[in-house]
């Protein structure tokens, strides 16, 4: 497997990581007897997000990366759809078609 390819997964991976933490911050919002519980998940998966970036830095370039990150949107829009029953519009399906192409666009190096 390729550094960058592993770079690229190491983005994914994070991506996944940063939209569980937001869903997490989220949910302590909604259950307020247990909002340090939450919380804390949520702040945990951030570092553990950050300590994935950095891995994927080490392999790719900082704009591609970054770029990338953007499937963070997708990540949290389907798993606030998914987890905590948030409407997805047309607009937003839309959006997140667009995300992802320009994202695949990316990563095989268009």
């Given at each position: ?68 990150g953007a499937m963070s949107f ?18 937003r399906q839309f959006g997140i ?14």
């Open positions: 497997m390729s550094v960058t390819l592993i770079g690229i997964l190491l983005v994914l991976v994070c991506t996944g990581v940063e939209g569980l933490a937001q869903i997490c911050l989220k949910q302590s919002t909604r259950e307020p007897a247990r909002r340090t519980r939450w919380v804390g998940v949520g702040i945990t998966l951030f570092a553990i997000e950050a300590l994935l970036y950095t891995a994927a830095l080490q392999r790719l370039e900082v704009s591609v990366a970054y770029t990338l997708v990540v949290v829009a389907l798993g606030a759809a998914c987890l905590l029953g948030e409407t997805l519009p047309i607009a078609v667009c995300i992802v192409a320009g994202c695949a666009v990316l990563a095989t190096g268009g």
